[in-house]
């Protein structure tokens, strides 16, 4: 059992609530079908009908939607412990698509494996429902980022969103993180050009705030830089085990 206890996703639930050897044993019955996807072909296409949700291991992803004009909006980036695609389980077709960034692993979960599992385990289910709740607060912090905050300090925020989102599941800091976006990444996630994104991250070094480089993010002085976002983590929700 200490493999899924030490998991990213269980890691990440029991954020949430303390979770039985019984509903740890499901969670792992969840991660039965491991499957490796190479960098750059998308898991889930938009529009795809019929779609199986994901686990997501190891690796990071991003989810997008492409525009009429051919343009891409990166709605988010999923890390390990992340749910790929929970929508399109509901859904009549995925309303966005999903491109690994880069080699990972993932398990399969069917609709079937899920409602098994929120039959069996209710508990797990309000864990899974947190998530999803999570995920839905920070879509809406983006969107306020997009419309009202200045580049550097949405960029500042986003590095402080990462940050706190990969310390829960073991693999960031307030020291900062590894990272394998790149600047592109950066522009299509937070609607500036890949120019833009390279002046303000240059700014940021120069201040003495953070510093993106070589795949790792430092968080130079990590109280400034949160004082520049106004970042408050308390949408993230992370703070405490909500039931025991």
Not at 22 to 32: M, T
Not at 55 to 71: F, R
Not at 87 to 93: C, H, K
Not at 108 to 114: G, I, K, M, Q, W
């Amino acid at each position: 059992m200490n493999a899924i206890e030490n998991s990213p996703l269980a890691r990440k639930l029991m954020a949430f609530v303390a979770l039985s050897a019984g509903e740890l044993a499901v969670l792992e019955r969840l991660h039965q079908r491991r499957r490796t996807f190479a960098a750059g072909r998308d898991l889930v296409h938009q529009g795809q009908p019929e779609q199986a949700a994901y686990i997501l291991s190891e690796g990071w992803v991003c989810s997008y939607k492409i525009q009429p004009d051919g343009s891409r909006q990166i709605v988010d980036f999923q890390i390990p412990g992340d749910f790929l695609g929970l929508r399109s389980v509901l859904l009549q077709a995925s309303d966005h698509s999903i491109e690994p960034i880069m080699q990972i692993e993932a398990a399969e979960v069917l609709a079937d494996d899920l409602i098994t599992a929120f039959a069996e385990t209710p508990r797990l289910a309000m864990a899974i429902l947190w998530a999803a709740s999570r995920d839905e607060a920070m879509v809406v912090e983006h969107l306020v980022g997009l419309g009202r905050r200045d580049a550097d300090e949405r960029m500042a925020h986003f590095l402080l969103e990462l940050g706190a989102r990969l310390e829960l599941v073991g693999m960031g800091s307030k020291s900062g993180y590894d990272c394998p976006l790149t600047q592109y990444h950066l522009a299509d996630a937070l609607g500036l050009s890949a120019v833009h994104v390279n002046r303000v991250l240059r700014q940021l070094r120069e201040d003495g705030l953070a510093t993106f480089r070589a795949g790792k993010v430092t968080f130079d002085n990590y109280d400034r830089l949160v004082a520049l976002a106004e970042f408050d983590p308390a949408y993230l929700d992370q703070a405490r085990p909500f039931l025991k």
